[in-house]
């Protein structure tokens, strides 16, 4: 079955997505996502410059042997912009597979491992009460894992606060906005954050919680330890994740689970973190980590070590992406939770999705590949807006993290 044709579609249906479509001699299409936030452009420009025109005439049966092309064949191997771009190739050759044996993707990675898969939804409020709001919808909808974020007081901003949309979008405008960051106010702020929730909702619920890159090793040690009696699932992120030597600091100070990985784009970025026991959930994204074929290598090397999924699925990947996640979560053994944080309604004219959510559960469907459709006409739409993820300063007007 030879590939005959491969274009890339960048569309904004409620926030930029980049996807890529394969078809081939068999009248077969599948479906990639190859969206960096912020980067959109780069990565449509590395498909359609680079990487399209290398597809056209090649079996699209043989994933493993297109994936090798791709990333050792480059020579420039791995980074956001590669990595992503190897995904969607990788995501779209598992959809045309899973459609040609008339199956399911997850059937093809050894069947399911469990009924459903657990997932996160993303509360937030400007201040404790409107958090304690959004912890009751969201218990509401069922879910049994929530990710808790509230405004810092003394702060003018902070991650992770919805605002009137439903759907968290820190991207926006044509310039970056500069936020102001400090980083004693949150150090204060997050013992009691948690201690508030607790007491309003008890343990019967799944805490988690995203520190955004933000601290040092010992700052983000002291957090963990005074988190230790809220029980939370996981703190994210804590420090900058280049340095994994950083995590062997935090982890001689607090028994408090450690989450780390959206920004990871292989299997060497995890690979200390994983063998060395450093965290607990290593949360790479199959369009940001080379896809299905390299996002299951990462898993199969965290569950030698104990370590458990915790893949990102944030708005700002598409539901071509998501699907593709909810399969590999259904058929790994070392699974542990999956981020969900939806999409806005205009992306449901763009895409149809077979997956569901039902009582703290998702389930990729049994539609046959990813279960996830694309239309171009629909897409045309809603063309290309340019935007930025925001820049952190601290209060003396330093570049920090965001």
Known sequence: MKITDARVIVSAPG?????????????LVGYGDATLNGRELAVASYLSDHVVPLLIGRDAHRIED??????????????????????????????????????PVYQLLGGAARDGVMVYGHASGGDLDGLDADVERHLAQGYKAIRVQSAIPGLDATYGIAGASPVYEPASGARPQEDRWETSAY??????????????FG???????????????????????ALEPY????????????????????????????????????????????????????????SHTGGITHLRRVFS??????????????????PVSLAAALHVDLSIPNFGIQEYMGHLAAAE???????????GYMHPGDLPGIGVSFDEEAAKRFPYDPKYLPVNRRLDGSVHDW
Do not use: C
């Not at 150090?187 to 309003?200: C, I, K, Q, S, Y």
């Not at 900058?240 to 970025?269: K, Y």
């Not at 004219?349 to 009582?359: A, L, N």
């Open 301 to 318: 090397l965290a569950e030698l070590y104990g370590v458990r999924s915790g893949s990102h699925g944030a708005g700002d990947l598409s």
């Open 187 to 200: 150090l204060d702020f997050a013992p009691r954050l948690f201690e508030h929730v607790r007491d309003r």
């Open 15 to 27: 926030r930029n997505y980049v996807t890529l479509v394969v078809e081939t001699d068999d009248g």
């Open 349 to 359: 004219e763009v895409f149809t999705v077979g997956y569901s959510f039902r009582d």
């Open 231 to 286: 029980r939370p699932f996981w703190i994210e992120d804590p420090t900058p994740a280049e340095d994994q030597s950083a995590f062997r600091l935090i982890r001689q100070h607090t028994t408090t689970p450690l989450a780390v990985g959206e920004v990871f784009n292989s299997i060497w970025d995890a690979q200390q973190l994983i063998t060395e026991r450093l965290i607990d959930y290593i949360r790479t994204s199959v």
């Open 203 to 225: 343990y019967g619920v799944h805490l988690l919680h995203d520190m955004h890159h933000r601290l040092s090793p010992i700052e983000a040690a002291r957090v963990g330890a």
């Open 66 to 103: 297109t994936w090798q092309y791709l990333y050792r064949g480059a020579y420039w191997r791995r980074g956001p912009v590669t990595m992503t771009a190897i995904a969607a190739v990788d995501v779209a050759l598992w959809d045309i597979k899973g459609k040609a044996a008339g199956l």
